[in-house]
């Protein structure tokens, strides 16, 4: 069945081979930052941030660490 011109118009999805586990890993990809975590099902989870968002991650990552080791 040939495809309608509405379908043969679609843009096609990228497809990006799947990055299976690994070390979490952050590096710098044109002008934003992809983060790389392994999940422990398997597999990582990836987040493109920007410089500042990737900024506010470290000062709430930062706060959380200080907040449990004041705990212990």
Do not use: F, H, Y
């Not at 999805?13 to 710098?28: H, M, S, V, W």
């Not at 934003?32 to 398997?42: A, F």
């Amino acid at each position: 069945m040939a495809p309608n011109n509405a379908e043969s118009t679609l843009p096609s999805a990228r497809i990006r081979p799947r990055t299976g586990d690994g070390p979490l890993e952050a590096t710098k990809e044109g002008q934003n930052i992809v983060m790389r975590v392994p999940l422990e099902t398997g597999g990582r989870l990836v987040v493109e941030l920007t410089p500042d968002e990737a900024g506010a991650l470290a000062d709430a990552l930062n706060t959380a660490v200080s907040a449990d080791a004041a705990d212990q």
